[in-house]
Structures are given as C-alpha cells and as structure tokens.
C-alpha cells in the first residue's frame, strides 16, 4: 500500500461490485417503504456516503461523469427531505 492510500479505500476497492450494488440497493428500498423519518435519514445517510465518495474520485472523473454524479446526488437528496417532510 502506498503512503497516499487510504485504507478505506483500498477495502472498497477490493469489494465485489455486485455485492456492493445489492447492498445499497436493500438500503435504498428499506428507506423507500419505511416510515417518513426513518426512511429520510437512511436515504441521508446514503447520500453523506456518496458525497464522500464523490468528493473522493472528483479529480480522476470526467467532467461529463461529474455532472451526472451531481445531479444524482442532488435528487436523492431531494427525495430524502421530501421523505422527511
């Protein structure tokens, strides 16, 4: 491992994608049919992770795969307050 790796993402990166898929498709839909506040700060929580992960890649990404990583990111916040609300 190099000095400038971090150890998260070493692990994350050695993860299987289809497992991860999986998993965060199981959280998205228990916070789609959960009640209004559960639902709102799992989908919350979900998005502070890819707002990491985003603010992570941001400098290998495309200017293209920035944006619509951005504007995903901005609906599944929406959809999370609106949850919450």
Known sequence: MQRTQRPLL??????????????????????????????GVLLLALAAGLTWLLATTWPVQ???????????????????LAKLL
């Open 10 to 39: 070493v692990r994350l990166s050695r993860a299987n994608p289809t497992s991860v898929f999986l998993a965060t498709l199981v959280v998205v839909l228990v916070a789609f049919f959960a009640p209004g506040p559960v639902g």
């Open 62 to 80: 495309a200017p293209q795969t920035r944006m619509i990583r951005l504007v995903m990111l901005t609906l599944l916040v929406t959809v999370a």
